[in-house]
């Protein structure tokens, strides 16, 4: 069985964000233990080395930002910077699966007017759980964060009973029920999950895969290098709906 941890970054409206994204952090049950050990030796290592305590919420608007538990500790961009790239790098060596779903919210509305960027979003998040829990002949259950229970529990029901996916060959519509998911998505408070706060970053780093950031002398979050590759193995993708989603993901089809 997965847990597929779930976290946003930008918001859904129509101003603010250009995109509205998704991260996933797959988590196999039987690792489950030994990976949460891992992370909190991963936090124990940031509080000795930055002064960021175990217990404190994570995000990536907090680093770009300094907001949240870093406004207190006074630390410089190219601190926290240091601490996303720590993130990114670890992840690949905690045997998780990370993918990352971003829509872009011009083109959505131009394709699917008066649609809600996070109802595109999920659809395309659940059709990747659905894949991965196919292919290898295992459930998964969903952990996402607060704010959304009502909209993903919906979609996930949906997703169970009706899960449809666009065709890889030709412009079809293929039948794919998730009927592996299990239970309705468990809503949790980021601050108390750091698998959720994996995510946040993951969507965060999954815009900027596709936006990265303007110029500047120093950036806090730098356009990735290969050294940095926030989900590995990493395969970007362009929707054929005329750049509606592109996709970084690590699940095949």
Request: charged share 25%; with cysteine; proline share 8%.
């Amino acid at each position: 069985m997965y847990f597929a941890y779930v976290d946003e970054s930008g918001d859904p409206g129509a101003g603010g964000s250009h995109t509205y994204s998704l991260g996933c952090v797959l988590v196999e049950d039987r690792i489950w233990p030994a990976t949460f050990n891992d992370l909190i030796d991963f936090r124990r290592h940031l509080r000795a080395r930055f002064g960021v305590p175990v217990r404190a919420e994570i995000k990536a608007n907090y680093l770009l930002r300094n907001g949240g538990p870093f406004r207190a500790l006074g630390l410089s961009e190219m601190a926290r910077f240091a601490i996303y790239r720590g993130f990114m790098r670890l992840q690949p060596k905690l045997g998780t699966l990370v993918f990352a779903v971003v829509v872009e919210k011009a083109a959505a509305e131009q394709r699917y007017p008066q649609r809600d960027p996070r109802e595109i979003g999920w659809e395309r998040l659940l059709q990747r759980v659905e894949r991965v829990t196919t292919k290898w002949g295992t459930t998964a259950m969903i952990v996402h964060d607060e704010g959304e229970a009502t909209l993903v529990r919906k979609l996930a029901r949906k997703s169970r009973r009706a899960g449809t996916a666009g065709s890889m060959v030709g412009t079809g519509i293929l039948r794919r029920p998730a009927r592996l998911l299990l239970e309705d998505p468990v809503p949790r408070n980021s601050q108390q999950s750091y698998f959720v706060q994996v995510a946040d970053l993951a969507a965060y780093a999954a815009f900027r895969l596709v936006h990265p950031p303007p110029p500047r002398p120093v950036n806090i979050v730098p356009a990735p290098r290969t050294t940095d590759a926030p989900l590995l193995p990493v395969r970007r993708e362009v929707d054929r709906t005329e750049g509606l989603l592109r996709e970084a993901q690590a699940a095949e089809d």
